[in-house]
């Protein structure tokens, strides 16, 4: 037998720490250089076109609870200015991600990542040579092949092999910075692969000059990894570096953006 005293134990002590931004921003750091490892650090958001405003800020700010980030007026207002097309535009904030929603741009249903069968080890063979990602392979229950491109830690994309037909491309896309920009760049550069978007006259990538003075170039097309002219499949890429103001406003007061 034991007595209640014996078998007491003195409660745990519970360790707390003040969230702040200094400590956030530490925390940061920290993850972005233990994610080193892996050059394709950050999905950073994702582009989708819609046709209502009203509907948008419905679905996405009331329902979905996002922060609707005022940013975008600006960024619209340049875009308007350099030529472009851009007739208005939502920005959804979900802590470091957003949705970019323009309003009433060419819109058709979106089915993103359902790719060709036979082409999801193409997909992860194209990242790793021009991104140097991190990519695995495997099959789900229904014996489709999947291709898995890791981001950081805890995100990735799919490619899901379909037998079915692909809707067209309407435009749609995300946006990704990588820590090896310049070598990203040149490889991409080197196949014919950079693009620019004719939406954003004012955003040219010919050069890595130019690259660098954005901070980001466009890819539209994932190829043949050995066959650059043999398209497999059409989503914008957004290739940002981590010194793109809006990485680098997570770290500072830089609330600066250049992109869309």
């Not at 920290?30 to 080193?36: E, I, N, P, Q, Y």
């Not at 922060?67 to 959804?92: C, F, H, N, V, Y």
């Not at 082409?119 to 014996?143: M, N, P, Q, V, W």
Request: contains cysteine.
């Amino acid at each position: 037998f034991q007595s209640s005293a014996s078998q007491y134990k003195a409660p745990r002590k519970i360790v707390t720490h003040e969230v702040t931004v200094d400590s956030t921003r530490r925390r940061l750091r920290k993850t972005s250089t233990m994610m080193c490892a892996n050059p394709i650090v950050l999905l950073e958001h994702l582009n989708i076109n819609i046709p209502d405003k009203t509907q948008g800020k419905t679905f996405y700010l009331d329902a979905l609870g996002c922060a609707e980030d005022p940013r975008a007026e600006s960024i619209m207002k340049r875009t308007q200015d350099a030529g472009g097309t851009m007739l208005d535009m939502i920005w959804a904030n979900q802590g470091l991600q957003q949705i970019h929603l323009p309003i009433g741009e060419p819109e058709d249903p979106i089915q993103i990542f359902s790719c060709p069968r036979g082409t999801a080890y193409l997909i992860c063979a194209f990242y790793r040579k021009y991104f140097a990602a991190r990519t695995e392979e495997a099959s789900d229950e229904g014996s489709h092949r999947i291709g898995k491109v890791f981001i950081g830690y805890h995100q990735a994309l799919l490619f899901r092999e379909t037998d079915d037909p692909l809707p067209k491309y309407d435009g749609h896309h995300i946006a990704l910075y990588i820590s090896n920009f310049n070598d990203s760049y040149t490889r991409v550069q080197k196949d014919g692969l950079n693009w620019n978007n004719p939406r954003f006259p004012h955003l040219t990538y010919e050069t890595l000059e130019l690259a660098v003075k954005h901070c980001e170039f466009r890819v539209l097309s994932i190829t043949h990894p050995e066959k650059p002219s043999e398209i497999l499949f059409t989503l914008e890429h957004e290739i940002r570096s981590l010194e793109h103001p809006s990485y680098s406003s997570i770290y500072g007061s830089n609330d600066s953006v250049t992109s869309e």
